[in-house]
């Protein structure tokens, strides 16, 4: 029997997506979400669920909530898991309860997950802690909500004589009458107040003012929702707690090219530095399967001293098939590991198995370098169909015996699209991030033949990469070593210019 699981999404930094949020999320078969969930979020819906997009129709006017409830009832009644997938927390001003009532009548087993209430993180992220023992003692949230042609239905005189933080959430359209009401209820007009507006984002801003004076403010900085309003003295602290602004990346649109199966650290390394990300894979990996002739190499490793891998994914994909051909570690004893960066050695320790060697430099001519060096018997090359030819050249200089086995291709993933070469002619593009000449190729191919590329700085791991996006044009940065780690730095540093 299926169920609804009811998930709370957070302000928009996947970050803060909870742990038990992220698992509901990976084993729904069906999702339906609103506007107000980051597309960052959404990118982790598993690809064999069904999406419901119910934030807008064509009309973009949000689907009624009667509707809603009917969509939750009438898939939840079969046998699948359905994530209600909702901003914030679904019980603050949510209508999750109203969305449960139907499931509850008609015996549909539902879960509720907690969120991260904008209420708490947006002014978090803003510098804003919402109590401190030397400002207040209470928090009040409050909806600023109203129905067309309806005045706010708020006790601002109770609300002031809390002495406490408030917090508005919807209140952006009320926000003239908000303040108005707490001043006509006797609020001093110098109280410190803000608007965060897509709190926890990269898109992040904070308008700060008097209480007299925020709504003028907010019409002139042209504020729109979702945004939060808070009214109290912590609102003084922002400028002094304000962490979000000092992130080195904050306001940059970086671009992460890489395959989305291993996307996920360097866009989370990003993001936490403040940076937009925009995932964009130009290339996908693609094992070759049936590959007799790895099966062949995999099956007499007697033969080789030496079996070299050039990247995590080759790693995974010579796992797979030991797999397949009902073979284990214990297959590998006599031959030596070679990997061409700590990347691959990571992939080859999660099964358990360490590099023998790893070059001083993470690129295919000192990998075959390093080969030649220490290798005396033949060499198994298990790696792309595209493989650079200076490894194998290296190898061949050397006199040494190999056997180039392509146990993979790489293909580009991604048609033309207008979207991003716009983007990137433009200059709303910062920063591109290049782990391989592959995703140059692919990212080339993806904003078209022409364009523009003078006005992006593509961040490389290794030279061979940069070699190749400064055939097309495209100025470069080269990460000191040829690790996410150092191609993170060298966003940092080309960004403080």
């Given amino acids: 029997m299926g169920k609804v699981i009811l998930v709370g999404a957070g302000p928009g930094d996947p970050g803060l997506l909870t742990v038990k949020g992220r698992e509901a999320l990976a084993q729904a078969d069906v999702v339906v979400y609103d506007r107000l969930v980051s597309p960052a979020i959404l990118d982790l819906i598993p690809a064999k669920a069904r999406r419901i997009d119910v934030g807008k129709n064509a009309g973009c006017h949000p689907v009624p909530q009667e509707e809603i409830n009917r969509i939750l009832l009438e898939e939840g009644s079969g046998n699948q898991v359905v994530v209600?997938?909702?901003?914030?927390?679904?019980?603050?001003?949510?209508?999750?309860?109203?969305?449960?009532?139907?499931?509850?009548?008609?015996?549909?087993?539902?879960?509720?997950?907690?969120?991260?209430?904008?209420?708490?993180?947006?002014?978090?992220?803003?510098?804003?802690?919402?109590?401190?023992?030397?400002?207040?003692?209470?928090?009040?949230?409050?909806?600023?909500?109203?129905?067309?042609?309806?005045?706010?239905?708020?006790?601002?005189?109770?609300?002031?004589?809390?002495?406490?933080?408030?917090?508005?959430?919807?209140?952006?359209?009320?926000?003239?009458?908000?303040?108005?009401?707490?001043?006509?209820?006797?609020?001093?007009?110098?109280?410190?107040?803000?608007?965060?507006?897509?709190?926890?984002?990269?898109?992040?801003?904070?308008?700060?003012?008097?209480?007299?004076?925020?709504?003028?403010?907010?019409?002139?900085?042209?504020?729109?929702?979702?945004?939060?309003?808070?009214?109290?003295?912590?609102?003084?602290?922002?400028?002094?707690?304000?962490?979000?602004?000092?992130?080195p990346l904050r306001g940059k649109q970086v671009v992460v090219t890489r395959p989305r199966e291993r996307a996920g650290t360097l866009t989370g390394r990003l993001r936490a530095l403040g940076a937009q990300v925009w995932e964009y894979p130009c290339i996908e990996t693609i094992p070759l399967s049936p590959c007799p002739e790895m099966e062949e190499a995999l099956g007499h490793l007697e033969r080789y001293e030496w079996l070299a891998l050039t990247s995590p994914a080759g790693a995974e994909f010579l796992w797979a098939a030991l797999e397949r051909m009902s073979l284990d570690a214990r297959v590998l004893a006599g031959v030596r590991l070679a990997a061409i960066g700590p990347g691959t050695a990571r992939a080859l320790a999660g099964h358990g198995l360490k590099a023998d060697l790893i070059p001083e430099v993470y690129d295919a001519s000192h990998l075959g370098e390093a080969l030649a060096a220490q290798a005396a018997g033949r060499v198994l090359l298990l790696r792309a169909r595209e493989g650079s030819?200076?490894?194998?050249?290296?190898?061949?200089?050397?006199?040494?015996?190999?056997?180039?086995?392509?146990?993979?291709?790489?293909?580009?993933?991604?048609?033309?699209?207008?979207?991003?070469?716009?983007?990137?002619?433009?200059?709303?593009?910062?920063?591109?991030?290049?782990?391989?000449?592959?995703?140059?190729?692919?990212?080339?191919?993806?904003?078209?033949?022409?364009?523009?590329?003078?006005?992006?700085?593509?961040?490389?791991?290794?030279?061979?990469?940069?070699?190749?996006?400064?055939?097309?044009?495209?100025?470069?940065?080269?990460?000191?070593?040829?690790?996410?780690?150092?191609?993170?730095?060298?966003?940092?540093?080309?960004?403080?210019?």
């Fill in 389 to 497: 030819p200076a490894l194998t050249q290296a190898l061949e200089r050397a006199k040494l015996e190999y056997n180039d086995v392509a146990i993979y291709e790489t293909c580009y993933r991604n048609p033309r699209s207008q979207a991003l070469r716009e983007a990137v002619e433009e200059g709303r593009v910062d920063l591109v991030t290049f782990t391989s000449a592959s995703t140059v190729k692919g990212f080339l191919a993806t904003v078209g033949e022409g364009a523009d590329l003078s006005r992006i700085t593509g961040i490389c791991i290794g030279e061979q990469t940069a070699a190749e996006a400064r055939r097309s044009g495209i100025p470069v940065r080269v990460a000191r070593s040829a690790t996410l780690e150092a191609l993170t730095e060298c966003a940092v540093e080309c960004a403080r210019g």
């Fill in 84 to 247: 209600r997938l909702k901003g914030g927390d679904p019980f603050l001003f949510g209508r999750g309860g109203e969305e449960l009532e139907l499931l509850a009548r008609h015996g549909v087993p539902f879960e509720e997950v907690p969120g991260i209430t904008s209420a708490i993180a947006a002014p978090a992220y803003a510098g804003i802690p919402v109590t401190h023992r030397d400002f207040c003692s209470s928090l009040h949230i409050i909806t600023g909500h109203r129905r067309a042609g309806e005045k706010l239905d708020i006790d601002f005189e109770a609300l002031c004589r809390t002495k406490g933080t408030l917090v508005f959430l919807m209140g952006v359209s009320a926000l003239p009458d908000i303040c108005a009401g707490l001043l006509a209820a006797g609020m001093d007009g110098s109280t410190p107040a803000a608007v965060v507006e897509r709190g926890t984002t990269p898109d992040q801003r904070r308008i700060s003012a008097t209480l007299e004076e925020l709504p003028a403010r907010a019409a002139a900085a042209e504020v729109r929702s979702p945004a939060v309003i808070v009214v109290g003295g912590v609102c003084a602290l922002a400028e002094e707690f304000d962490w979000f602004d000092r992130l």
